[in-house]
C-alpha cells in the first residue's frame, strides 16, 4: 500500500486547528518554543516536536518530518523557525484588513497614524468578547491573552497601521478560514461594526471544513482513542437534543450540541453549516451526519448545489 501523502499546507491547517483550540495568546507561546528549543534560526525535526508539544501541538513524525523538509531553506536537514512561523501567521484576508483598519482608526482618534499601547488597551473591551459571552472565558483571561499578542508594543512606543496588523496577525493565525469568527471577535471587544453581503457557500468552502475538523477535535476530546467511540459520543449527544426523538435536530437543537461540545465559532456561521447539511425540511438527519463525519476522510462529500447564506 502506497505511503500517504503529506501536503504542507495541511499540516499547517492542524497547527491553526489546534491553536484555536488553545486560544489568541497559542501563537505567541509557540513562537516563544520554538526560539527556545532552537539554535538561532534552526530547529531539528526533534527539537521542533518537544517545542511543539510544550506548546500544547501534537503533530505525527511523519507530519514533523514534512514540515522540516518544507521549511529547510538552507540545505542543513533543519527547519527554518522564521520560515515555519511565516507559513503559520499566513496573510490576512481583504475582509479581515479591512476590519482592523476600522479598528485602528478608532483607536487612532487624533488622526495621525499612529496609536500607543496605552491607547490600544484602553479601547480594548474583553466584556464583548464571544467566549466572555459565552461564560467559557472571564474578561481577566481575554485581557491578559491580548496582552500576550501585543508583547512588545509598550517599549517599541508608536504604532503605524502596519505595526498594529503584524501584532494582530498572531491571533489573525488561530482562526484559520473562518473570517466570520475572526470579525466577530474583533467587532466584540473593540465595538466596531462591518457590513456583510450574502455569500454562496459550499460543503467544501474552507469555513466549512474548519468548522467540520474543531468539530471532530471536540469530539475527539470528549472521546477515548477508538473511532467508534469517538462517532457514538456525537451521535449521543445529538440525540440528547433531539427533543422530538425522531432522529434528527434543529438549529436551535443543533446550537445547542455545538456549545455542549464547546465549538466556539460565529453563531451566524454555525447556522450556515447546518444548513449546507440539513434536508429541505430545515431539519439535520444527524444519523447520516455522524456517518459522513467520520468516514473516509478521501471519500467526496462535495455538493453539488449552494445554498445562500447571510
Known amino acids: 500500500m502506497a505511503s500517504q501523502v503529506m501536503r504542507p499546507e495541511d499540516i499547517l491547517l492542524e497547527i491553526k486547528v489546534q491553536l484555536l483550540n488553545i486560544g489568541e495568546h497559542g501563537f505567541v507561546d509557540m513562537v ?7 539554535h538561532g534560526d534552526n530547529l531539528s525535526k526533534i527539537e521542533l516536536m518537544n517545542a511543539l ?11 514533523l518530518s514534512t514540515l522540516v523538509r518544507t521549511f529547510d531553506k538552507d540545505g542543513s536537514g533543519q527547519l527554518s523557525i522564521s520560515a515555519f512561523t511565516d507559513a503559520v501567521e499566513g496573510s490576512f484576508s481583504k475582509r479581515r ?5 476600522k479598528v485602528f482608526n478608532k483607536i487612532d482618534e487624533r488622526g495621525v497614524g499612529r496609536v500607543d499601547y496605552k491607547e490600544i488597551m484602553n479601547h480594548f473591551d474583553p466584556n464583548g468578547h464571544p467566549s466572555v459571552k459565552a461564560s467559557i472565558l472571564s474578561a481577566e483571561v481575554v485581557e491578559d491573552r491580548m496582552s500576550l499578542v501585543f508583547m512588545g508594543a509598550e517599549q517599541r512606543g508608536a504604532l503605524t497601521f502596519d505595526d498594529f ?15 466570520d469568527l475572526f470579525c ?10 462591518e457590513k456583510i453581503e450574502q455569500t454562496y457557500v459550499t460543503k ?6 474548519t468548522m467540520m475538523k474543531i468539530l471532530k477535535e471536540k469530539v475527539r476530546q470528549k472521546s477515548s482513542t477508538s473511532m467508534g ?8 449527544l445529538f440525540k440528547f437534543f433531539d427533543t422530538n426523538k425522531n432522529d434528527s435536530i434543529s438549529i436551535s437543537e443543533w446550537q445547542n450540541a455545538m456549545e455542549r461540545l464547546g465549538v466556539v465559532v460565529d453563531k451566524n456561521l454555525s447556522k450556515q453549516v447546518f444548513e449546507c447539511y440539513a434536508g429541505d425540511d430545515k431539519v ?3 444519523k447520516e451526519f455522524v456517518r459522513m463525519l467520520f468516514s473516509n476522510p478521501n471519500k467526496d462529500t462535495a455538493p453539488h448545489g449552494h445554498r445562500l447564506l447571510a
Open 284 to 286: 439535520l438527519d444527524y
Open 97 to 101: 484588513l479591512d476590519l482592523l483598519q
Open 165 to 179: 496588523a503584524k501584532y494582530y496577525s498572531r491571533i489573525s493565525a488561530t482562526i484559520p478560514h473562518n473570517d
Open 32 to 38: 516563544d518554543m520554538l526560539s527556545d528549543f532552537g
Open 204 to 209: 467544501d468552502d474552507p469555513r466549512v471544513l
Open 53 to 63: 508539544t510544550k506548546s500544547g501541538i501534537f503533530l505525527s513524525l511523519v507530519q
Open 229 to 236: 467511540n469517538v462517532s457514538t459520543t456525537l451521535y449521543k
Open 184 to 193: 466577530e471577535v474583533v467587532c466584540g471587544v473593540w465595538h466596531v461594526a
